[in-house]
């Protein structure tokens, strides 16, 4: 019997000229990267998905070079959640799971809704969008993330409605976004961006072992006590689950070395 999930480490994306030489061989062609990159780490988390709509050939095409156990977490196209009236997004939702996502299989990780610093907490309409939210596109399974970054969302409606639905609430490292640790999927999605790229591994040493442990805890069923949560009190059901990190700080320069540094702590 499984008591444990999968703990996956990863980078935003894996075209950035200044991984070149530093987490790249120097000489490595550029069409390659994506090989390489999926070689080295478990997970990338594509933000390209956000700002324009791919075809289903580039989908299949990534999944084809990439290995097998591979994930990609995707980020939801940003006019679905850049629009005051969230419950009708339905069409450009639609629009977005159908360009091909589902090319990826297997390889399909979790898909992040990513909301404006401005965006309030509406329950009703918050509620809306939620309803839209499908389990399943073309056969292959769908798992949701908010990533929400306004301070009311920091409430205990909010992870009571992501719990009602089984959507995951993205825990931002960050310095200015509310950090909101509740478990309320049957993953953990964490973006960790507060690493310096003065710092051989973005984050120190003994703050990985930290952050590793967590996701050891997470991936039992458990749940940090040292991170802040929006409802305290609710109960947590204990059971694996997979989880996933990614380190997406200011420079990133240092994201592949953190996330591989990462792994080694926790396999």
């Avoid at 990513?114 to 056969?139: I, R, S, V």
């Avoid at 051989?200 to 458990?222: F, K, M, Q, S, V």
Wanted: hydrophobic share 40%; proline share 8%.
């Amino acid at each position: 019997m499984t008591t444990s999930g999968t703990i996956r480490a990863g980078i935003g994306g894996w075209t950035f000229e200044p991984w070149e030489g530093t987490f790249y061989p120097e000489d490595l062609p550029r069409r390659r990267q994506l090989e390489y990159a999926s070689s080295r780490l478990p997970t990338i988390e594509v933000n390209g998905t956000y700002y324009g709509t791919q075809k289903p050939a580039t989908f299949a095409k990534w999944a084809a070079e990439t290995p097998e156990g591979f994930v990609f977490s995707l980020k939801g196209n940003r006019f679905v959640t850049n629009r005051r009236v969230l419950s009708e997004a339905g069409e450009s939702l639609s629009r977005f799971l159908g360009s091909g996502i589902s090319e990826l299989g297997e390889k399909l990780g979790p898909l992040v809704w990513q909301f404006a610093p401005t965006k309030k907490f509406d329950p009703d309409d918050f509620e809306g969008f939620l309803q839209l939210l499908p389990q399943q596109q073309d056969g292959v399974p769908l798992r949701h993330v908010l990533e929400v970054r306004h301070p009311s969302f920091v409430v205990p409606e909010f992870a009571a409605l992501a719990r009602k639905y089984g959507v995951a609430i993205c825990y931002a490292h960050h310095f200015t976004y509310p950090e909101i640790a509740d478990v309320t999927a049957d993953f953990v999605y964490a973006r960790l961006q507060r690493g310096q790229d003065t710092v051989p591994t973005a984050y120190p040493a003994g703050e990985l072992d930290r952050w590793a442990e967590r996701a050891r805890l997470w991936a039992a069923g458990g749940v940090p006590d040292d991170l802040p949560r929006a409802d305290g009190a609710a109960p947590v059901e204990k059971r694996p689950r997979d989880v996933f990190v990614y380190f997406i700080h200011e420079g990133k320069v240092r994201a592949p070395q953190a996330a591989q540094a990462f792994m080694e702590r926790v396999r």
